[in-house]
């Protein structure tokens, strides 16, 4: 299976619930897809097509918080990246994908303390990076946490 | 009766090297859960890199292991090369090859160190960390440092490796075969470490599937994995080498293929020296386009993974890095649970991260108690090992 072929499949399988697909090079393709779908598509890429779960990483952009699940299919030496927005900065919500695989489950913590996204269904969400006494709602990830200067006169 | 106990490590502890907080809960002598707190080395590298141009994030990420110094860069300067398909000479990839060989092997024989101290094996943890020191000499050499390598850079490598020095680095290396052989001996032909390791701490090859693991760790148990192999990068499809697997999944299986993969490594060396061609090392590559783009390493642990966001300046806007051990890390309650907590150091090390040391503190109320004495104590270890002699016949 090669890339295109395994695109084809993917958009055959899930039609106009896949958003864009741009294939930027044999080894590299992007999708993008309703954030309510991630869950069936994760589960087809993983379990169906028996892919490799890289990992998850969100970026802080214009238009909302992007999450982008990495799977990388090692027989044939590409990879694939699914991307959901999330418009809502204020109230960012997607389902978990713990259900389908446990190597989410420290990435989803990851995010959700660094991004302040909730994943809906996901029980342990405990901080894993940020100390016990964080405050809540600083996300330090997004673009509008400044990192504070430090004093060396204070210290 | 059962009595469930909780046992605290850490999070700053005389023998561990890197903080974090395990909490085992133990039956008796067996662990029936464990939770682990990690982020007491929480540096934010990744919100830095986004404040730092392209040159200046490879030497932040160069300083996120001391180990991986040279995985994390090459991962990182692969995302930015493929973001704008910046091309790399090939005698470039070369050297980085050679690099990252040099790097698994000093890796592998920390761990093997490590791991016979953990154990309490302290004539590999010497050896182990004595003959290390070739390697690190070698790289001495090749790029100028022990550790923190500075070689990598976007479209290229640093430095050349002069042809003078070559012979240099083939004598070390004959001179380390030898020391690895005999190292191999007292690892793989030694008994009571068959009597420890073997069959403990098993990750089944679903697990290792599911929880998407990585390098060693996975290969360990029958998952036929190697980002060098899978996804070919610098020069590893250009020449001949070996996937080491084995199907077990306990702690000895994960030493045989850290053993054995150091052969490899050693052959890789060889054969780039060799066949590395003359040329430029650098194709000078001037601004970075906006886009995004992934780049694979294998470091010694697992597959590293960049993600490198651009838009056009300077500077990444999102830079996601994420290190092998993130993924195997969270095996440790399908392996722990259900072993004796004499033997979650030696499982939890078996991942190589770098930093389980298991101390018990206990508080003994002489009163009434029959003490055991150092006499005692020998006479028993005594007994034991010959009870493992009769039965493993020898």
Aim: with cysteine; net charge negative.
């Amino acid at each position: 299976m090669n890339i295109d072929e395994a695109l084809k499949n993917i958009t055959d399988r899930f039609g106009s619930r896949i958003l864009i697909v741009s294939r930027r090079s044999a080894k590299r393709a992007y999708m993008d897809i309703y954030p309510k779908d991630v869950v069936d598509v994760v589960r087809y890429i993983f379990k169906d097509m028996a892919f490799r779960f890289n990992i998850a990483s969100a970026v802080d952009d214009f238009d909302g918080l992007e999450i982008i699940y990495h799977f990388s299919h090692d027989a044939a030496n590409f990879v694939i990246s699914v991307r959901a927005l999330l418009k809502d900065k204020n109230d960012p919500h997607i389902d978990t994908i713990t259900e389908v695989t446990r190597s989410a489950w420290w990435i989803e913590r990851e995010i959700h303390e660094l991004f302040g996204i909730e994943f809906d269904g996901n029980k342990d969400l405990r901080p894993l990076l940020l100390p016990d006494d964080w405050p809540s709602g600083v996300y330090p990830l997004r673009k509008n946490f400044v990192v504070p200067k430090r004093d060396s006169r204070k210290e | 009766m059962s009595h469930k106990a909780h046992v605290p490590i850490g999070p700053y502890h005389p023998l561990q090297e890197e903080p974090e907080f395990y909490k085992l809960v133990v039956d008796g002598e067996t662990v029936v859960d464990v939770d682990v707190r990690i982020g007491y080395n929480h540096r934010g590298i990744e919100k830095i890199s986004e404040s730092k141009n392209f040159d200046q994030s490879i030497f932040i990420v160069e300083r996120i292991c001391g180990i991986c110094s040279s995985s994390h860069p090459i991962a990182c300067v692969q995302a930015i090369e493929d973001i704008a398909d910046i091309p790399v000479p090939e005698r470039a990839l070369y050297i980085r090859t050679i690099n990252q060989e040099l790097e698994r092997i000093h890796s592998h024989l920390l761990w093997l160190g490590l791991a016979g101290h953990f154990l309490g094996y302290n004539t590999v943890f010497m050896w182990a960390w004595k003959y290390r020191e070739l390697i690190c000499d070698i790289m001495e050499t090749v790029t100028g440092n022990r550790q923190n390598y500075a070689m990598l850079k976007v479209g290229g490598v640093r430095r050349d490796i002069e042809k003078e020095h070559v012979p240099y680095i083939l004598s070390r290396l004959d001179e380390l075969l030898p020391k690895l052989d005999m190292l191999k001996g007292a690892v793989l032909d030694d008994p009571v470490l068959h009597a420890r390791l073997k069959g403990v701490g098993v990750l089944t090859k679903e697990a290792a599937i599911d929880y998407a693991t990585l390098g060693p760790v996975a290969r360990a148990s029958g998952v036929d994995i190697d980002v060098r192999r899978d996804h070919p990068y610098a020069a590893y499809d250009k020449i001949k080498w070996n996937v080491i697997t084995r199907e077990e999944g306990d702690v000895f299986a994960k030493t045989v293929v850290r053993i054995l993969e150091m052969y490899e490594s050693a052959s890789i060396i060889r054969q780039c020296l060799d066949k590395m061609p003359q040329g430029p090392i650098d194709s000078n590559p001037k601004d970075i386009p906006a886009g995004e783009g992934i780049g694979l390493a294998e470091a010694p642990r697992g597959e590293c993974f960049h993600y490198v966001k651009s838009d056009g300046t300077n500077s990444p806007i999102r830079h996601k890095i994420r290190a092998p051990t993130y993924m195997n890390f969270p095996t440790f309650r399908e392996t722990v649970v259900g072993e004796t907590i004499s033997d979650a150091t030696i499982i939890l090390a078996g991942i190589d991260p770098c930093y389980c040391c298991t101390e018990r503190m206990l508080i003994v109320d002489t009163k009434d108690k029959d003490l055991m004495n150092v006499e005692k104590l020998i006479k028993l270890s005594q007994e034991k090992t010959a009870r493992i002699k009769e039965k493993m016949g020898l």
